[in-house]
C-alpha cells in the first residue's frame, strides 16, 4: 500500500486543534476549532472523498482516541467519512493502549517502521494517515511517506488574532473614518451634493450611523468569533 498523509495546516505551521476548540489544548493551546469556520462544501466534499479511497487507516494514539470518540460512535450511513473510518481497518501507534475499543482496530508496537513497511508491501492500494502530527514526522524522519497532501488555512495563530477578524475590523474602522467628525470624507461628499446642508446638521444625520458601527466594532472586538460565525454558516 502507498502510505498518504492528509494535514490540515495554518500559514504559520500549526496542525493542532483543527476540529474543535477544546479538542486538543496540550501545551496550553487554546485556539483550537480553526478550520472549521472556514471549510466550504467543496472542501468537505474533498475530504469526504479522501477518507473513501482509502484502504486502511493510520494514526497516532491522540488522533486514533479522539476519532474513535466522534467518528466511531456515528450510526452507520449517517456521514461517508464515518462509514470510511468504521469499515475498514485501522492501525494506532501506540505502546501503551492494549485493548482498543474501535472495531478492526490493530495496535502497532515494538518495531513499528518494520510493521509499517509490511502493511505497506501487504497489497495495492492506500494507508492514510490523518492528523497525528507527531507521527507524521516520525514517518517522514524514517523515509515512510509516499505521498503528502496539505490542505493550507489562511489562517496564522502565532500572532494571537484571526487574521480574518483582523480584516473585518480595519474594514469597520475605515467605514466610521469616512463618516465620523471632523474629517468624514463622506460627509464632505454630501456638503459638494447639498451645498445648503450645515456640516452640523450632516453630522447629526450620521451619527445613528456612527453609534451603530461603534456597538458593531466594540462587539466584534469582545467576541472576536461573530466575525467568523457567518461565514461558516453560508
Known amino acids: 500500500m502507498k502510505l498518504v498523509t492528509n494535514t490540515q495546516i495554518t ?26 469556520a ?7 466534499e474533498f475530504v469526504g472523498q479522501f477518507y473513501q479511497r482509502a484502504d486502511a487507516f493510520l494514526f497516532g494514539r491522540r488522533t486514533y482516541d479522539l476519532f474513535a470518540r466522534s467518528w466511531g460512535v456515528m ?24 485493548d ?36 507524521v514526522q516520525w514517518l517522514l524522519v524514517n523515509n515512510l511517506v509516499d505521498e503528502m497532501t ?14 480574518i477578524w483582523f480584516a473585518v475590523i480595519i474594514v469597520m474602522t475605515v467605514e466610521l473614518g469616512l463618516i465620523h467628525p471632523p474629517v468624514g470624507m463622506n460627509v464632505f461628499v454630501i ?8 456640516f452640523s446638521k450632516i453630522f447629526k ?16 472586538i469582545a467576541f472576536p468569533i461573530l466575525a467568523t460565525w457567518l461565514p461558516s454558516h453560508l
Do not use: C
Request: hydrophobic content about 40%; aromatic content about 6%; overall charge negative.
Open 150 to 163: 496539505l490542505i493550507v488555512y489562511p489562517v496564522i495563530l502565532s500572532l494571537g488574532f484571526d487574521p
Open 205 to 220: 444625520g450620521v451619527a445613528p450611523f456612527i453609534v451603530t458601527d461603534l456597538v458593531r466594532l466594540a462587539l466584534l
Open 100 to 135: 482498543p475499543q474501535w472495531a478492526n482496530t490493530t495496535v502497532l508496537n515494538g518495531d513499528v517502521a518494520a510493521a509499517i513497511r509490511e502493511l505497506k508491501a501487504k497489497s495495492d492500494g492506500e494507508l492514510q494517515v490523518h492528523g497525528s502530527g507527531t507521527l
Open 191 to 198: 456638503k459638494s451634493v447639498v451645498p445648503e446642508l450645515s
Open 11 to 36: 500559514l504559520d505551521g500549526v496542525v493542532q486543534g483543527n476540529g474543535g476548540q477544546s479538542e486538543n489544548r496540550s501545551g496550553g493551546f487554546e485556539r483550537g476549532g480553526w478550520a472549521m
Open 38 to 44: 472556514l471549510t466550504d462544501p467543496e472542501g468537505r
Open 75 to 98: 450510526a452507520p450511513g449517517s456521514n461517508p467519512v464515518a462509514d470510511a473510518l468504521n469499515t475498514k481497518p485501522k492501525y494506532v501507534v501506540s505502546n501503551t493502549l492494549t
